[in-house]
C-alpha cells in the first residue's frame, strides 16, 4: 500500500567510547561491577572535588568525528548540564552546549537490495559528555524503593545527532548500522546495546499531501528502543500512529507541545510518557572548573591520518581489485575489519578473489559462528584457506573434497596436506581412471547406447558408481571420459 | 603584658623548634589553651579535637628529635577553614546541609600542610558555604571580632582571621571568593593572602564560585604569610584550573625591598561611601611608601565601579550550580522522610476529600518533596538568596542580559588591570570602605553588605593577587586594613612591597584590648 505521506526521521545516538577510565576522573568504565565499587569523591560529585579532562575519550571522539566527516573547530569548551535527578549526584551533567567539539558532517548509506536511493545523511553535531548513573526502581509495591549505581557515572559519551534527513525505518535501521560499523572500524566503542554502550532515541514526524498542500504532524521523541530491530518497528509503528491521529484530530506540527513516546518492544507500541510539570531550562553555562580544549589544525589532520580506511572506502577497493560483486563487498566489509583483512589474504595467496569471498562468506563465517570464535581464533589461516582453493581449482580436489578437507582442518587443526592424507585423499591415476570407467561403461550396455545417443547426461550415472568405488576420483573427469570411452565402443 | 609564647611569629617559632629550644607539643598546648580561654567570647573554632592535635604534635616532635628531615612548617600550628576537606575532622562549609558530613579525603592543600610537617589545630568558622561578609551566615553561630565582641569580623573566613588576631593559632588558612581572606583580615588587624587564580590549589576546597575562590594564608605579619604561601602554592594535576608555574621561594625573598617602586592609586577608590579614617589611614600608608622612595602615581580602573554588580551575577551564578548537589540523595543533610510522606499523605487525603482531584494530581512526587524540603531546611536565607539570583541569571531568556553581559564585564575589569599595571608595580587602596561594624546591623539590608565588597572583588573578577594588611585603628581602636594588589603571579613582588611597609610600621604587632 503506498502511504500518502513521507516520514521525518532523525537520530539521537549515544555511544559509550571505549576509554579505560571515566571522562573525569580515573575511575575503571568496564562493565558489570558491582554497584558503587567504580567511583571516586570527583564521579560521585563529593564536595570539592573536581573534574579533569580524559586526553583519550577527547582522541577517540574526535576520530569518530573526522570520520563522519564534521568540521573541528579550533576551540570547544564544557558546559554544564543542569538537572535534578538521583543519579546525577552533582546536580549537573557535563556536556558541550553552544561550542561542540565537531560539526557539519555526513554518513553515506546505501541499501544493498537498492531498496533506497544511496544518501547522505547529515550530521549536525558530534559532542562529548558524560554517563549518569543507573536508577534501579522498585515501584511493584506502592512504597517505592529505588537504588542507585553510579559506576556508569562519568562514563565518556559521544551524542551524535543526525538532520533528519532519514525517509524510513529501513533508512534508520541502515543508518545505526553502518555508523555501528564505523565505530567498529574505528575502535571507538564495543557498540554493545544491551549493555548500553550504544543508545538510539529517534525524533519522527510525517509530511502528509494534503489537496491544501503539504501538512506536518507534531514531532515526537521516541525512546526505549533497544536493538536496531526495535528502532524499525518502533518508527514503523509510530509513522502509522501519527497518521491515523492526523486522521482523527487534524493536529499539525506547532498545535501541540513536543511528546515523548517510550517503546514497547513485547507490546509492540509507543507509549505516551509522562509530561513534565514545567518545560526544561537546563540553564546551561560555561563550567569554570574545566579549561577550554584548542585543537590546531595539525592534529585534525594527524587523526585523519591515522584513520585507516574506513567502509565506504573499502567497499569500494574490494569489489574493484578483487573482481566481485559490491552484495560481496558489502557482506564482507560488514564483517568488521578482521574478515575484511581476512579476505584480502585469502585473494592475495590464492589469486582468485571469487573463490576467496565464496569461501570467506560460505565457509569461513559459518565456522566463526558455529566456534563461536573471532576470525583470529579460527584455526584455518588464510594462507591455508587460500592453498586449499589453489588446490581446488587445479582440480586437484572437487568441490565437496575440498569442502571436507576444509572441516577436516578445522575440526582437527590440520594443514592442507595433512587432511588430505587423514582423509586418504590421493590423485587418481589417469590409466587407473580410465581402466575403471571401461569397466563401469562394461557393466552398463543402457547407459552406453544412451551416450550414444546423444544422452551424454546419462553418464552422470556412472559417476556415483565411480566414487563408491574410489572417493578420490574427479567427477567432472568420470564424465568425460566415460562420454569419450563409450564414443569409442 | 608579658610576652607570651602566643605573641610570637610563626617564623619565630619555628626557628625555636628548629633549634631545639621548643616542642611542637609545648607550642601546640599554649594555643590549644588560648583557644580554651578566649574562643568561647570569640567564637573562631567549629572543631579542635585536642587529644588528636597534641598527638600529631608529639609525631612531628618525634620525628624531629630521631634527625629525620622536617618540612617547611614542622610542628607549627595551622587553623583550617571549615570550607577544605579534611579526613579525619568534620567539613560542615558552616551549614547545617553538612553538620554531619565527613570528607573521605584531604583537599590538596590540606596534604599540602600535612607534607609540611604542619599540625592542623582545627577547622574555623564561616559565614555558610563562604557566603557573607561577616560570619553571620553560619549555621552554627557567629564568629566575633577580638577588638569588639558586639562587632563582626568580617567573612566569610572569619574565624580564620579572628583566631590569628586572639592569638589563638600562629597561622591559619582561608578561602577569598570576593575578599573573604582580606576583609575579615583588614577589619581583624591582621595579614591575609589571596593569590593568583591557580597559583594555589582549589581540589577539596568546597566550591562557592569555581572562578574566583582561592585559597590564601591568614597570619600576624607578611613574612609568615610568605612561609605559608611557599608551602601551599604549586600546580596540581587534580585541578584542571591550577597553573603550572615554579613557585618562587617567598620566604627568602620577602624581606628584600622593592626598589623604584611605583606604587598606584586607584583614582576611583576615593569618593562617597569610603570612611574618613580609613581613607586618612590608606593615605597615610601611601605616604610611607614615599617616604621610601616609592613614586605614587594614580590609575584608573573606570570599569571597577561594576565590580560589585558584575560579581554578583557570576558568583552566584556559579554557586546555584555548584550548590545543587546537595539535595539529600547521596550525603549530608535529609528531610525526615517519614514526617514528609505522611505529610504527603495528609494533603493529598485533604484535598481528595474536597473534591480537588487536580491540586491532588499536582502534588509533588515524592522524590521532588523530598528535595524542596531538604533544601529549604538545609540552606540558611543567604545561600538561598545566591541560589535563586543565580538561577534567574542563568535562566532562559536572562542568561544574555545577565550572566553572559556580567562575564564580558569581568573582562574588561581584567584589561583594565592590564593597563594599569603598565604604569604601577602595585596598587595601593582600601580593603573595606569602613571599618567593622556591629553584629546584626546589616543582616537584614544584604545589598549594603554587598557593598562593603566593593574594593576587594575586583582582584577576584581579574584574577590577580592581593594581600590585606594592618595600618592604622580608628578612634574607637577598630582596626584598618590596607589593601596591595599586584599583577598576576607577583606574589612575590606583593609580600615584598607588603612586608617594607611592615618594616616601618608597628600595625600588626597591636593586640585586641580582649588579651
Not at chain 1, 78 to 96: F, T, V
Not at chain 1, 408 to 420: G, I, P, W, Y
Request: aromatic fraction near 6%; proline fraction near 6%.
Amino acid at each position: 500500500m503506498s502511504q500518502p505521506y513521507t516520514t521525518i526521521i532523525g537520530l539521537e545516538v549515544h555511544v559509550q567510547l571505549a576509554t579505560a577510565s571515566k571522562l573525569f576522573c580515573r575511575c575503571s568504565t568496564t562493565f558489570g561491577a558491582p554497584p558503587n565499587t567504580h567511583t571516586c569523591p570527583v564521579c560521585i560529585g563529593m564536595p570539592g572535588a573536581l573534574p579533569v579532562m580524559n586526553r583519550r575519550a577527547l582522541e577517540l571522539a574526535m576520530k569518530t568525528a573526522v570520520a563522519l566527516n564534521c568540521d573541528i573547530p579550533r576551540f570547544t569548551k564544557w558546559d554544564r548540564k543542569q538537572y535534578y535527578y538521583p543519579d546525577l549526584p552533582k546536580g549537573y551533567q557535563i556536556s558541550q552546549y553552544d561550542l561542540p567539539m565537531s560539526q557539519d558532517g555526513f554518513l553515506a548509506i546505501e541499501d544493498p537490495k537498492g531498496e533506497f536511493e544511496p544518501k547522505r545523511v547529515g550530521i549536525i553535531r558530534a559532542h562529548l559528555e558524560e554517563d549518569a548513573g543507573k536508577s534501579m526502581h522498585d515501584e511493584a509495591a506502592g512504597t517505592a524503593d529505588s537504588q542507585i549505581d553510579l559506576n556508569r557515572t562519568g562514563t565518556p559519551l559521544l551524542e551524535i545527532v543526525s538532520q533528519p534527513d532519514l525517509r524510513s525505518p529501513l533508512e534508520a535501521k541502515t543508518f545505526l548500522t553502518e555508523l555501528r560499523l564505523l565505530l567498529t572500524y574505528l575502535n571507538v566503542s564495543d557498540c554493545n546495546m544491551q549493555e548500553g554502550s550504544l543508545r538510539v532515541d529517534a525524533n519522527v514526524n510525517l509530511h502528509i499531501d494534503t489537496d491544501a498542500g503539504q501538512v506536518a504532524t507534531p514531532i515526537v521523541e521516541v525512546k526505549n528502543m533497544n536493538s536496531f530491530r526495535a528502532v524499525e518497528r518502533a518508527l514503523a509503528y509510530e509513522a502509522e500512529r501519527q497518521y491515523e491521529v492526523w486522521q482523527e484530530t487534524g493536529q499539525k506540527l506547532g498545535d501541540v507541545p513536543k511528546q515523548t513516546r517510550g517503546w514497547d518492544d513485547a507490546d509492540g507500541v509507543t507509549r505516551g510518557q509522562r509530561h513534565k510539570e514545567e518545560s526544561s531550562d537546563y540553564r546551561y553555562f560555561p563550567d569554570p572548573d574545566l579549561v577550554p580544549v584548542v585543537f590546531s589544525p595539525e592534529e585534525v589532520d594527524r587523526v585523519r591520518a591515522a584513520l585507516g580506511e574506513l567502509p565506504a572506502v573499502l567497499r569500494e577497493r574490494l569489489a574493484r581489485e578483487y573482481d566481485i560483486t559490491p552484495y560481496d563487498a558489502d557482506v564482507l566489509v560488514n564483517q568488521g575489519r578482521g574478515v575484511v583483512d581476512y579476505f584480502v589474504r585469502v585473494a592475495e595467496r590464492s589469486g582468485d578473489g571469487k573463490q576467496a569471498s565464496n569461501w570467506v562468506q560460505r565457509d569461513v563465517l559459518r565456522a566463526m559462528k558455529e566456534q563461536s570464535v573471532s576470525i583470529d581464533a579460527l584455526p584455518i589461516t588464510p594462507d591455508s584457506l587460500a592453498e586449499l582453493i589453489r588446490a581446488a581449482g587445479q582440480g586437484k580436489l572437487d568441490s565437496s573434497r575440498a569442502r571436507d578437507v576444509f572441516a577436516q582442518m578445522l575440526s582437527e587443526r590440520q594443514s592442507m596436506d595433512e587432511a588430505v592424507a587423514a582423509l586418504g585423499i590421493a590423485q587418481v591415476d589417469e590409466s587407473e581412471l580410465v581402466a575403471l570407467c571401461r569397466e563401469l561403461l562394461a557393466a552398463n550396455p543402457q547407459i552406453v547406447e544412451d551416450i550414444k545417443q546423444g544422452k551424454t547426461k546419462a553418464a552422470g550415472a556412472l559417476v556415483g558408481q565411480a566414487k563408491k568405488q574410489n572417493p578420490n576420483v574427479n567427477p567432472a573427469r568420470v564424465m568425460e571420459l566415460c562420454v569419450e570411452l563409450a564414443g569409442q565402443m | 603584658m608579658t610576652m607570651a609564647l602566643v605573641d610570637l611569629t610563626a617564623r619565630e617559632h619555628l626557628a625555636r623548634l628548629t633549634a631545639g629550644e621548643l616542642t611542637s607539643v609545648e607550642l601546640t598546648t599554649a594555643y590549644l589553651d588560648q583557644i580554651e580561654r578566649y574562643d568561647e567570647s570569640v567564637g573562631s573554632f567549629l572543631h579542635v579535637p585536642r587529644d588528636q592535635v597534641l598527638e600529631r604534635a608529639a609525631q612531628v616532635d618525634h620525628r624531629r628529635q630521631r634527625g629525620e628531615t622536617i618540612g617547611a612548617l614542622g610542628g607549627l600550628p595551622v587553623a583550617v577553614k571549615d570550607v577544605l576537606c579534611t579526613r579525619d575532622m568534620p567539613t560542615t562549609c558552616g551549614s547545617r546541609m553538612l553538620e554531619h558530613f565527613q570528607s573521605p579525603y584531604d583537599a590538596s592543600v590540606v596534604e599540602r600542610l600535612l607534607a609540611a610537617d604542619a599540625v592542623i589545630l582545627g577547622k574555623t568558622n564561616m559565614d555558610e558555604f563562604a557566603m557573607g561578609s561577616s560570619t553571620e551566615n553560619s549555621a552554627f553561630g557567629p564568629t566575633r571580632n577580638p577588638w569588639a565582641l558586639d562587632r563582626t569580623p568580617g567573612g566569610s573566613s572569619g574565624g580564620a582571621a579572628t583566631c590569628i588576631a586572639a592569638r589563638m593559632a600562629p597561622l591559619s588558612i582561608g578561602t577569598d571568593t570576593g575578599g573573604s581572606i582580606r576583609q575579615p583580615a583588614g577589619l581583624c588587624g591582621v595579614v591575609g593572602l589571596k593569590p593568583t587564580y591557580g597559583r594555589v590549589s582549589r581540589y577539596g576546597l568546597v566550591a562557592f564560585a569555581s572562578s574566583f575562590d582561592q585559597v590564601g594564608p591568614i597570619t600576624r605579619d607578611v613574612a609568615d604569610a610568605a612561609l605559608m604561601l611557599e608551602t601551599l602554592a604549586g600546580h596540581d594535576p587534580r585541578d584542571s584550573t591550577s597553573i603550572e608555574r615554579p613557585v618562587p621561594a617567598y620566604s627568602q625573598s620577602v624581606e628584600r625591598p622593592l626598589t623604584g617602586l611605583r606604587l598606584g592609586i586607584v583614582k576611583e577608590h576615593y569618593g562617597p561611601g569610603l570612611d574618613g579614617q580609613v581613607e586618612q589611614a590608606v593615605r597615610a600608608a601611601i605616604d610611607v611608601y614615599r617616604k621610601l622612595g616609592a613614586e605614587v602615581r594614580e590609575v584608573s580602573i573606570p570599569h571597577g565601579r561594576y565590580g560589585v554588580a558584575t560579581y554578583y551575577v557570576i558568583a552566584p551564578s556559579e554557586a546555584s550550580s555548584n550548590l545543587a548537589r546537595y539535595d539529600g540523595a547521596h550525603y549530608g543533610y535529609r528531610t525526615d522522610q517519614a514526617e514528609m510522606t505522611a505529610a504527603l499523605s495528609r494533603e493529598r487525603a485533604g484535598l481528595e476529600a474536597a473534591g480537588d482531584t487536580a491540586a491532588a494530581d499536582a502534588l509533588d512526587a515524592p522524590l521532588v518533596r523530598m528535595y524542596r524540603r531538604t533544601r529549604a531546611e538545609g540552606f540558611g536565607p543567604e545561600v538561598k538568596r545566591r541560589i535563586m539570583l543565580g538561577t534567574y541569571a542563568l535562566s532562559a531568556g536572562y542568561y544574555d542580559a545577565y550572566y553572559l553581559k556580567a562575564a564580558k564585564v569581568r573582562r574588561l575589569i581584567r584589561q583594565d588591570y592590564e593597563q594599569a599595571f603598565q604604569q604601577v608595580d602595585l596598587i595601593a587602596g582600601p580593603v573595606t570602605p569602613s571599618p567593622a561594624f556591629k553584629l546584626g546591623e546589616l543582616v537584614d539590608d544584604p545589598l549594603s553588605m554587598y557593598l562593603l565588597d566593593l574594593y576587594t572583588v575586583s582582584a577576584n573578577l581579574a584574577g590577580i593577587p592581593a594581600i590585606s594588611l594592618p595600618c592604622g585603628l580608628t578612634d574607637d581602636g577598630l582596626p584598618i586594613g590596607l589593601q596591595l594588589q599586584a599583577p598576576h603571579f607577583e606574589e612575590e613582588r606583593l609580600l615584598r612591597g607588603a612586608h617594607m611597609y611592615q618594616h616601618e610600621t608597628d600595625w600588626h604587632t597591636r593586640k585586641p584590648p580582649l588579651l
